[in-house]
């Protein structure tokens, strides 16, 4: 653990720590203006401090171009995610992008999923109950709410209606 200087480097990917049981990755810091408090900071975003000590207590810190996230060790961490038993636990994220040429995963809960497009899904879908089952082309529908499939020629022309009228 460091103590806070003013213009000095920061890293938010040094050697993982461990405090309360709890491994955090990046520069780990008590700040002198709180001595005696529970409360640590762990850089996120890497940078030099500024000429000032910041005024710390807030959950998020800019110092410099440093970034500093607030650790309250007597409630624990207050962190997007935690390292326990060589595992990453996240309890909540919000991903505005993510790409990966490969994701694995035993399981994620489609009460969850929204999305635009999901042309890669393979696999066992589970049950569909509802909805709208659409050719890329728009010649084949299956409209699972109405009861109804229909097909359409090249021209759209209706060729084929099964189910509800």
Known sequence: MRQWKANTAYLPDVATQTIDGI???GDILAPP???????????????????????????????????WQRIDTHTGPILPFVVKNNQVVINNAFINELTSDNIKADSIGADKISAVNLSAVDGNVGELTAGVLRSGDNRFIINLSEGWLRVYDEDSNERVVIGKL
């Not at 529970?38 to 810190?61: F, K, N």
């Open 23 to 25: 491994t955090l990755a």
């Open 33 to 67: 203006s709180m001595v005696g408090s529970q409360t640590l900071y762990r850089c996120i975003d890497g940078g030099t401090s500024g000429e000032l000590e910041p005024v710390w207590g807030a959950l998020l810190i800019n110092d410099g171009t440093a970034q």
